[in-house]
């Protein structure tokens, strides 16, 4: 399989490059499949990387607690994902999913993976660690060691005594090739667990992915249609800015944007730390995505668009009751 030169997987460039009119082309709404008004934005704010390390965690406890946001997953092979997991034990109400995580993106902070190495050797780099970057995972790693190790970090997390209420993918890993799809909605559809898989009936989502460098082929495409569990009807990310007031209007000019159906809004919140700094290069973007959502006027615009907020939890309940 061959890949663009600037093949990436990060969720920030969906926002630029996925746009979407999902009323257009599709009558039926994932949304509507499950109760929500037609007319209506239903939206799910989740924290990404959790368990990435500390600063992550406090971010996302006080936006769980609080309820700004309502949902969030872990990254289980990374340094503190067992505390998050323990506090998320306590507070079996919340909606804490799994991060499922084939890389390890940063210089100098890394992981390695939750399987033995010599069971999935195709997943590790010369140093032990999980590859930096979607395409060597990719070009290295067979469907086989993807799957065990998504099943060993679903596993870890029961054995820690967090059921997670969904799992979605690092990077977007596991789009990066199909026979990586077929192992996630596999497991997903295995254990009852949703997955992080968008409705691939609306042909502007696929092209608009395909754009963004994703290889959705035919037969990612079949797969996906296939799968058994509810869906979301869009999925992007907080937008990026160069000030926070730019990452505040560019985030509520992309609300305003979106047609109604149920949609999935990532972002990676982060407290600021001097070791933030030395773990990511995106830490000023991390410390404003951990302000956004406390941000009165953030609250006030919610309320004059009338979004409808929802969780993995309740999407499940809904999809089981229809």
């Known amino acids: 399989m061959s890949f663009p030169s600037n093949y990436k997987f990060c969720?920030?460039?969906?926002?630029?490059?996925?746009?979407?009119?999902?009323?257009?082309?599709k009558s039926t709404t994932w949304a509507e499949k499950?109760?929500?008004?037609?007319?209506?934005?239903?939206?799910?704010?989740?924290?990404?990387?959790?368990?990435?390390?500390d600063e992550a965690n406090i971010a996302a406890v006080d936006y769980l607690l609080k309820g700004h946001v309502q949902s969030a997953a872990i990254m289980m092979p990374c340094p503190a994902a067992e505390s998050i997991t323990s506090w998320a034990v306590q507070n079996p109400t919340l909606d804490i999913g799994l991060h499922l995580t084939l890389t390890s993106e940063w210089k100098?902070?890394?992981?390695?993976?939750v399987t033995d190495s010599g069971e999935v050797p195709g997943l590790l780099d010369n140093e032990?660690?999980?590859?930096?970057?979607?395409?060597?995972?990719?070009m290295n790693a067979t469907a086989e060691e993807i799957e065990k190790e998504i099943r060993s970090q679903v596993e870890k997390a029961i054995h820690l005594g967090l059921r997670p209420s969904?799992?979605?993918?690092?990077?977007?890993?596991?789009?990066?090739?199909?026979?990586?799809?077929?192992?996630?909605?596999?497991?997903?559809?295995?254990?009852?667990?949703?997955?992080?898989?968008?409705d691939f009936s609306n042909?502007?989502?696929i092209e608009g992915f395909r754009k963004a460098g994703y290889p959705i082929t035919d037969e990612m495409i079949d797969i996906v249609n296939a799968y058994s569990l509810?869906?979301?009807?869009?999925?992007?990310?907080?937008?990026?800015?160069?000030?926070?007031?730019?990452?505040?209007?560019?985030?509520?000019?992309?609300?305003?944007?979106?047609d109604p159906g149920l949609t999935e809004i990532i972002f990676h919140p982060s407290v600021y730390s001097t070791r933030l700094k030395t773990i990511t290069n995106s830490w000023r973007q991390r410390?404003?995505?951990?302000?956004?959502?406390?941000?009165?006027?953030?609250?006030?615009?919610?309320?004059?668009?009338?979004?409808?907020?929802?969780?993995?939890?309740?999407?499940?309940?809904?999809?089981?009751?229809?």
Not at 231 to 258: A, H, Q
Not at 302 to 314: N, P, R, S, Y
């Open 287 to 322: 410390n404003w995505e951990a302000r956004l959502f406390s941000d009165p006027v953030i609250h006030q615009f919610f309320k004059q668009e009338g979004l409808i907020f929802t969780d993995w939890k309740e999407i499940m309940t809904r999809f089981e009751n229809h």
């Open 128 to 138: 032990g660690k999980l590859w930096h970057k979607v395409v060597d995972v990719v």
């Open 230 to 258: 509810p869906k979301l009807d869009y999925f992007t990310s907080v937008p990026r800015g160069r000030t926070y007031d730019e990452v505040r209007l560019n985030f509520m000019d992309l609300i305003r944007s979106l």
């Open 166 to 198: 969904h799992l979605d993918t690092h990077m977007g890993t596991l789009y990066g090739h199909h026979a990586f799809t077929a192992a996630y909605t596999r497991v997903a559809q295995e254990y009852g667990i949703p997955a992080m898989v968008v």
């Open 203 to 205: 042909e502007a989502v």
């Open 11 to 25: 969720a920030y460039v969906l926002l630029v490059l996925l746009p979407l009119s999902i009323s257009a082309q």
């Open 34 to 53: 499950l109760g929500y008004p037609a007319d209506k934005k239903v939206i799910i704010l989740h924290a990404d990387d959790i368990g990435m390390c």
């Open 108 to 113: 100098t902070y890394r992981w390695g993976s």
